[in-house]
């Protein structure tokens, strides 16, 4: 096994010599939208036309092994193969940055993270656009730095990042714990889902949609089966631009918010898992 | 549960390194979200940079490219193996059964707490329709199960897959602490849950572990009955089990003991398994059971 790394390092180095035959075969059938090679897929993707040329010439529908390309034209389509891995990165630290501003009441940083027609929207309080309004109603949370005796914590996890194949764009599920607590009020728990879309504008990635659906709110001590907070509507102190995009109840209702990505082993569409009744909003 | 747990495997990082020269470079990462592509990128400049060194002439460009192709390959891979471990989590707190099934391959095998195996992808939605009702989120129930934590590691032949991760769930019932060694396998291009493997750490209800701890589940606690009797029987919180890691240490590299530790590290009746038996109990000795099993 694996006691000596150096004979393993020996043993293995060889290997890659013997995978060009096999590379290409496989990214033919790769489900992944991460490169060009996923082009000929059913991933839905499709990128453009410059790409789309240069990947048919390189991969093309993909029978055509690795060796018969250039130099150039793998290294081209690897080159592009990592830029899509490093947006994937980039925008896990946007996103993770996002929550640690928002979890300290840093609003002005968090706003500037967006893009100056993006848009937030927390819970049932609606659609606030553009960075001025995203600051004002993340004011609404409290003022900024956060207040003594405050938790505001948003936990930014799990995420499912799916980058478009022009590298361009992407969209995330992102599954969002939060710890709330302010002075002379009992701790809360909470569970929350993230469904956010971004853009990268001369090279650097911002939010141009931040969406955070409640899932769940409890008292810290009651617990789901004696407490369920129900969410905030829209302010009235400061409006939102748009009523919320969709209605629906956190715990004890039940709602799911509509899927981006499309199923990682069968590529499907998630888009028409059909969402449960509630008879408070009149879904059947 | 399969017995190669400790695949011949080391990153591909360490395999490569020796063709680049770049081996300080790379650092051992541990997860794709990291700066890795980062890494890739710098290898590609440098491997520009180094093109027309003479001393690389041993090695054709193509034969560079084939082994930077596999790199990206890999790194792609443990990304997407993510996905599928995720997408599982959201599956889950939603009750996609049917999507959930849909990540297996057709010969996976499941095994949750102390249920025992199941066999197959239809087995799978079986259990899951079974034991938690209909597709979809039910008015009332809670069942987060969030997906933290993954250590993903890829085959050298880059067809199979393992990542050791955990679940955090804040349910209606409490919380709870699932841990995960899976196996994944790379299927026409598609990877899939080979092998879901998720031994309980803790279950408590809401009031906390320090008021109370479940007792592991049982095959028959609930229907369906499992294929195959559990791979191992553990305690849960406050005994423990440590499910073994498919990997070996990343700093020194010594693989994982491969005898069990815990409750059932040794023979019952001998010092070992005596001493292991108090270890993280409560200080009367006693393990908390809070519904026994039925006859």
């Known amino acids: ?284 | 549960m399969a017995p190669n747990r400790l695949p011949k495997s080391v990153r591909a990082e360490l395999v490569e390194a020796p063709l680049f020269s770049f081996g300080a470079a790379l650092e051992r990462k541990c997860g794709p979200s990291t700066s890795s592509g980062r890494t890739v990128l710098g290898l590609l400049a440098g491997w520009l940079a180094l093109m027309a060194v003479p001393a690389f002439a041993q090695q054709t460009p193509e034969q560079r490219l084939d082994a930077l192709d596999k790199r990206i390959t890999r790194l792609e891979d443990m990304n997407q193996v993510e996905k599928v471990q995720r997408a599982y989590g959201y599956f889950v707190d939603k009750g996609q059964w049917t999507q959930l099934s849909e990540l297996f391959a057709d010969d996976a095998t499941l095994e949750i707490g102390g249920k025992g195996l199941f066999l197959g992808k239809k087995r799978v939605l079986e259990y899951m329709q079974t034991a938690f009702g209909k597709d979809g989120p039910k008015e009332g129930l809670l069942a987060n199960h969030m997906q933290f934590q993954p250590i993903v590691d890829i085959s050298p032949d880059g067809k199979t897959a393992w990542v050791r991760s955990r679940a955090f769930v804040m349910s209606v019932g409490g919380w709870g602490l699932p841990l995960y060694e899976d196996e994944f396998v790379k299927d026409n291009g598609t990877w899939k849950f080979k092998r879901e493997s998720g031994p309980f750490t803790m279950y408590s209800s809401w009031k906390g572990w320090g008021h109370d701890a479940l007792n592991n589940t049982w095959p028959d606690k609930f229907d369906p009955p499992p294929d195959l009797p559990p791979s191992t029987v553990y305690l849960t919180y406050p005994a423990y089990w440590i499910i073994p890691f498919h990997y070996p240490n990343p700093v020194t590299g010594k693989p994982f003991p491969v005898e069990p530790v815990g409750a059932y590290q040794a023979p019952p009746g001998t010092p070992e398994q005596e001493a292991s038996l108090k270890v993280g109990r409560l200080a009367d000795g006693t393990q908390p059971i809070a519904q026994p099993p039925k006859d």
């Open chain 1, 1 to 284: 096994m694996i006691t000596n790394p150096s004979t393993v390092r020996a043993e293995l180095v060889e290997a890659p010599l013997c995978l060009a035959a096999n590379a290409a075969p496989e990214e033919k059938n790769s489900p992944r939208a991460s490169g060009p090679a996923s082009l000929p897929t059913s991933s839905g993707r499709t990128g453009p036309v410059v790409w789309a040329v240069l990947v048919g010439a390189l991969l093309g529908f993909a029978a055509v092994p690795a060796h018969a390309q250039t130099v150039e034209q793998r290294i081209a389509a690897y080159k592009h193969r990592v830029e899509l891995l490093e947006d994937q990165n980039a925008i896990e630290d946007l996103q993770a940055t996002y929550g640690y501003y928002f979890d300290k009441g840093l609003w002005d940083q968090a706003a500037a993270l967006f893009t100056p027609n993006g848009s937030f929207e927390y819970g049932q309080r609606g659609v606030y656009i553009g960075q001025d309004h995203i600051r004002r109603a993340m004011l609404l949370f409290g003022p900024q730095g956060l207040a003594a005796g405050h938790l505001n914590n948003h936990m930014m996890l799990q995420p499912i990042v799916t980058v478009a194949d022009d590298g361009l764009s992407a969209k995330a599920r992102w599954q969002g714990m939060i710890m709330l607590g302010q002075p002379g009020q009992n701790g809360l728990w909470g569970i929350g889902l993230s469904e956010n879309e971004y853009v990268k504008q001369k090279g650097v990635w911002k939010i141009s949609k931040a969406h955070f659906y409640v899932t769940a709110e409890t008292d810290y001590d009651a617990g789901w089966t004696k407490s369920a907070i129900p969410m905030e509507g829209p302010s009235a102190l400061f409006p939102p631009d748009r009523p919320p995009s969709e209605v629906y109840r956190a715990f004890p209702g039940v709602y799911i918010p509509p899927f981006d990505y499309k199923h990682p082993v069968t590529g499907k569409s998630l888009a028409d898992i059909p969402e449960p009744a509630d008879d408070v909003v009149g879904r059947k």
